[in-house]
Every structure is written in C-alpha cells, then in structure tokens.
C-alpha cells in the first residue's frame, strides 16, 4: 500500500459568481462527505473555502497547498465558474489532475470533455470510490494508464473520450465515514432555507418524478438513508464538540419513509435537540408530525412548488393544491413552523394557473409562511430540458455559449407574461413579507 498522505487533493465548490456575498453557496455537504471519505482514507485533503470565493483566493491557494489533483464540484448554476477555474489550475499547476463531480458534470461528461480542453477525468454519479482509485492511479503518475478498469469515469485518452461503466450506488450510507467537520471553518457554513441550524447528512436520493429536477441523473430515482443509529451519532459528535443544539437533516424528502422517522424521533427525543427537515405535503399525516414535534422538530420547508393542480401536474407531482393546503394547516397545527417553496413560471403556466397559486397563498394563515417564490429555470439533465431539445428550443450547445438557467423563461414566455408572473411573485412576496411579521413562535411541547 503506498502513502496516500504524500498526494494533496484540493477540493471547491465554485459560486454561480465569483465575489458573491451569499453565506449559504459558500457550503456543499454531498462535497464535504467526499471529502470526508477521501480524508479517511488517507489522502491529504484540502478544501477551498473562502469567504466570498474569488478567482485571486482560489490561485493563492493552488500556489500554497501545491496539489497533485484539484476536484470541483459541477452544477448547472456554477458550470461556468468551475471551467474558468479549471484552466487556471492547469496553467498555475503543471501536471495537475483537473476533476469534475456532481450533477451537471454526470449529465454533460462526453460533452464537456470535448469542449473544455483544461479537463481530465470526470467522476460521474457518487464519487467517493471512483475517485479513491483514481487517486491512487496519480500516486504512481499512471493516469491514463490503467482508468478502464474504474468504474464511474469518464477521461480522454489518445483525443478519444471513453466512458467507463456506471459504478454500484453505496446501498448502505453508514459504511460512509462521519463527516469531518475539520476541513472546513464552520463559521462560514450556513444555509438560507434553516439559518442557524446545523446540517446533518441523512440521506441520497429522491424516488419522485419532478419532471423540473436534475438530480435524478446524479443519484438515480431511488433513496438511501443513513441510520437512525448513525444520526443520532452524528448530532452527539456536534452537540459534544461543538456545542451546536439546533439541526436540519440534510435529504431531499426526510419523511418519505415514515417507520424511519419514528426510529429517528424516539433517538432525538432522548437528546432534547431542535431540528427541521425538508420534505413534501403528500409525505406527512396528523400522527406523524405529532411525533417528530414532541421529539424536538420545530420547522419544516415543504417543496409545494404551486397551488395550481394543473401545473402540479405539469411538474409530475403526485398531490393536489388543496392537499397542500391541508398539509401545510396541520403542520401548524401540530405546533410546527410550516415553511414552503413555489416556483412561478414552470412550462405551460398561465394567467389562471398564477391567480390560482396567488389565490390559495393568500388564503392560509399569516403563520404559514413562504419562504421563497422563484421564477422557473431550465435546468440542464432534467426531464424538461430533454423536452424543450426535442422542440427545439434548447439544445446541449447552447450551454458552452453562454446560455443560463434563467434565460430560458425568455425564450419560452413573450416580455408581457414575464411581467404578469413577475407581479404574482410580488405579490406572494408582499403576502409573505407581512406573514413572517405577524408569525407567532412555535409553542414548547
């Protein structure tokens, strides 16, 4: 076995833009978990993480720390950051291995290759062992040599894109060691959706059909939990190290499955933390949320992303607006604060499906709050995005020439209607605004 200590892997997580003063960007937990496992397994790990992340900070640290391979993390939203900087490592660094993760990076790996020449390697899907192995290639300076036998990559070799087989998904997430919380400075990690809570990495996956969602060709329709047991190991290293008391679990639908919950509550209910999670209205009942709120959940975001049944649908959601209106009611009554998200402007919007959405907004209690109303964006490797090549309205080009995620709302809808979904976002914000003024604290169960 050789060292792995004597090879330097740094890792990023560029913003959409560079300087930007948001706090949430400046974190990724799927990133510090790899890091995490890459940590453990011996390799010197290195995160970039400054606060606001620049393109100058991001040099001197590649000047300082030297590596022998740099790893950025992909998305549709930072494609473009991550590629400007990728160019950099390879013109500061001679020699050095320049890695792409995550999503859009999944989607779009032949593509990218072809046309960003300052790339090597792209690590698809779940990353953790692929890029062990692959940076255990580097050891010996044998990168090209030998990458057909790693599943999960895709590389160039000989002016030839070749793309490995898919790797197994991780079934069981506890094998993952706990997050290392070291490797970053706590101070700058937050996030808009729970500010002030602490995340805590709980699951991979979503077994839905959102037809606007791209995560799908990361982790596949499935879901995978850590659990119960390792949560609640987790939160004890936090509460213990850390002092931290207040926890959201990090997974894009916590409640799917509800005999995990109770498992989860019953631990938590002895440790006498506070926490939130993300989930959807069709995923809770009466009974559960009785349960998590007398084991110290204070907060839930719901993703119901419209009051329109018609583009709820549209969406592929699984529940209707008055079911979400409902969720949301017994979620405060419970004694829970009850947050969600909408999103205006999806394909096939119209002047009704807004009044409706701006209708049933307005109608819940002042103490039911949105938190944030967005205006639709294509998101490159999901199902609308397949659609919209197919009419010709996008095609993969387009994202190497400059094309955003929200530019797309331009190329859809004429400037008139733009402005009429623009008014009803006002207006739900204005509706919002006022709520979050009048909202009364959660009673103590």
């Not at 991001?58 to 992909?74: D, G, T, Y």
């Not at 046309?115 to 990353?127: G, K, N, S, T």
């Amino acid at each position: 076995m050789t060292d792995r200590s004597t090879l330097t892997v740094l890792l990023a997580y560029p913003p959409a833009t560079f300087g930007s003063q948001d706090r949430f960007i400046c974190f990724l937990l799927d990133f510090l978990c790899l890091a995490s496992f890459l940590n453990k397994q011996g390799f010197r790990v290195k995160m970039y993480q400054n606060h606001p992340f620049t393109g100058e900070g991001f040099l001197e640290s590649l000047k300082k720390s030297r590596p022998q391979a740099v790893v950025f993390s992909c998305d549709s939203a930072n494609s473009q950051s991550c590629f400007k900087l990728c160019r950099l490592a390879k013109k500061t660094l001679k020699g050095v291995c320049v890695i792409l993760t995550g999503n859009h990076a999944t989607a779009f790996d032949s593509l990218i290759l072809q046309r960003i020449p300052h790339i090597d390697v792209i690590a698809r899907h779940e990353a953790e062992e692929s890029l062990s192995e692959l940076l255990d290639h580097l050891k010996n300076r044998t990168i090209k040599k030998g990458l057909q036998k790693i599943k999960g990559l895709t590389y160039k070799k000989g002016g030839r894109v070749c793309v490995n087989p898919n790797r197994p998904f991780i079934k069981d997430l506890d094998v993952l060691p706990l997050l290392d919380y070291d490797l970053i400075d706590m101070d700058k990690a937050g996030s808009i959706n729970f500010p002030g809570y602490w995340p805590i990495y709980s699951g991979r996956g979503c077994c839905f059909n959102c037809n606007f969602c791209n995560f799908i060709g990361q982790w596949g329709r499935t879901c995978r939990y850590v659990s119960p047991q390792r949560l609640a190991q987790d939160i004890d290293l936090c509460v213990k190290k850390y002092g931290i008391r207040r926890f959201y679990f990090h997974e894009l639908t916590f409640t799917v499955n509800k005999t995990r919950v109770r498992q989860v509550c019953r631990l938590l209910k002895e440790r006498k933390v506070r926490w939130g999670c993300l989930t959807r209205v069709d995923c809770v009942d009466k009974t559960l949320l009785k349960e998590m709120r007398l084991a110290g959940c204070d907060t839930i975001l719901y993703g119901v992303d419209s009051f329109s049944d018609k583009i709820l649908r549209l969406m592929g959601k699984s529940y209707s607006a008055p079911s979400a209106v409902r969720a949301l009611r017994e979620t405060r009554r419970a004694g829970i604060r009850a947050f969600y998200q909408l999103i205006l402007g999806f394909p096939g919007e119209t002047e009704k499906t807004l009044q409706d959405t701006v209708r049933n907004a307005r109608a819940l209690p002042r103490d039911i709050i949105c938190n944030s109303v967005n205006i639709y964006q294509l998101h490159p490797g999901s199902p609308v995005f397949d659609t919209m090549k197919k009419l010709g309205m996008i095609d993969d080009e387009a994202l190497f020439k400059g094309f955003r995620m929200k530019d797309f709302i331009r190329i859809y809808y004429p400037a008139e209607f733009i402005k009429k979904i623009a008014r009803a976002r006002d207006e739900i914000q204005s509706i919002a605004s006022g709520a979050a003024m009048q909202a009364s604290p959660c009673p103590t169960p």
